[in-house]
């Protein structure tokens, strides 16, 4: 058992206190906390908050949460993830690659969440009168998930900023079910207050 656990240790990439201070697995969370629930993830709400469901064009599917908090913006999407390894590594690897290919600007660093990607993106001329946008790409692998999430706005280079974003990741709960998913794949989401998963 003890073999197991190291090569856990060495694949997965989370923060040593993750299962007290979050992101959560369902079966850590205050069940009387107030969550908004999404389906595959719960959102405590907080002042200031404002939540967004990024909707697939084509399925009509969710495929991601905006949230938007203090001049910041948090994207965020669960996967499915194996029990014994991590999703976080080989994700890195192909977001540096996506943004190499956009040709922008990516650099590795450590943050408080551990291994994490400074990106500076080019974007429409229309949108940003510099053409570039600088994102911070987070992940952390819990039991059997994987939670990313992309940081823009002030919290992308602020620190003051960023820790209350960083706060805000750390306080989801991820909800990976029971049901077999093969790694990677997207843990399903729903509008807060309608019937599904859970």
Not at 160 to 167: K, L, N, P, Q, R
Request: avoid cysteine.
């Amino acid at each position: 058992m003890s073999e197991e656990q190291d090569v856990a240790a060495v694949t997965k990439a989370a923060p040593a206190d993750r299962a007290t201070n979050g992101p959560f697995d369902e079966s850590e969370a205050n069940a009387v906390r107030p969550y908004i629930d999404l389906g595959g993830i719960k959102i405590l709400p907080r002042e200031g908050l404002n939540l967004r469901l990024e909707i697939e064009e084509q399925t009509k599917r969710i495929v991601a949460v905006g949230l938007d908090y203090d001049g910041s913006t948090l994207q965020v999407q669960p996967f499915a993830a194996p029990r014994s390894s991590g999703l976080w590594h080989e994700t890195r690897a192909q977001i540096r690659e996506q943004v190499r290919q956009q040709g922008g600007r990516v650099e590795e660093r450590e943050g408080p969440l551990g291994a994490e990607l400074l990106a500076e993106v080019p974007v429409a001329a229309s949108e940003q009168a510099s053409g570039k946008r600088l994102a911070r790409f987070v992940g952390v692998d819990g039991p059997r998930w994987f939670l990313r999430g992309v940081i823009g706005g002030k919290a992308a280079s602020d620190p003051e900023a960023a820790a209350g974003v960083e706060d805000l990741f750390r306080s989801i709960v991820v909800v990976r079910g029971d049901s077999p998913m093969p790694p990677r794949e997207f843990i399903p989401l729903k509008m807060p207050g309608t019937p599904g998963s859970s």
